[in-house]
């Protein structure tokens, strides 16, 4: 016969896996799934590492409409570390970004915006 103060355990034990094995699927789900995608062009203005704990490449796109015009900032995160060398190449050029917005990821971990880039293009100039 199982104690009490046993089941209370296993039952806590369960709840605690259950609530894990939720937060990672619904985690996967939101990174999986893109709520929308498409293109940004402009100057990539600033690349960078931050965070104190989780470490992500963020960067900021600078959209420009004509000449002379006041640009519209454009954040974004990055994932992908061979797409981070890239940007850092490609800082103050004008590139394309490819990106797909992920809404409602539960952490900062994995990007501090909802924008997530996934292919940059340099055209020639």
Do not use: N
Not at 15 to 31: H, N
Not at 58 to 64: P, R, V
Request: aromatic share 12%; hydrophobic share 40%.
């Amino acid at each position: 016969m199982i104690k009490p103060t046993s089941r209370i355990k296993y039952l806590l034990l369960a709840l605690v896996l259950g609530a894990g094995l939720l937060f990672a699927a619904y985690t996967w789900i939101t990174l999986s799934v893109s709520y929308s995608e498409g293109e940004r062009a402009g100057y990539l203005q600033k690349f960078s590492k931050r965070g104190w704990i989780c470490k992500t490449w963020e960067g900021e796109l600078l959209l420009t409409s004509m000449p002379g015009a006041i640009p519209e900032k454009f954040q974004f995160s990055v994932r992908d570390p061979e797409l981070a060398k890239q940007m850092s190449a490609a800082t103050g050029k004008r590139v394309l970004l490819t990106y797909a917005q992920h809404k409602g990821v539960p952490t900062d971990c994995f990007g501090e915006t909802e924008y997530y880039a996934e292919r940059l293009q340099v055209p020639a100039q």
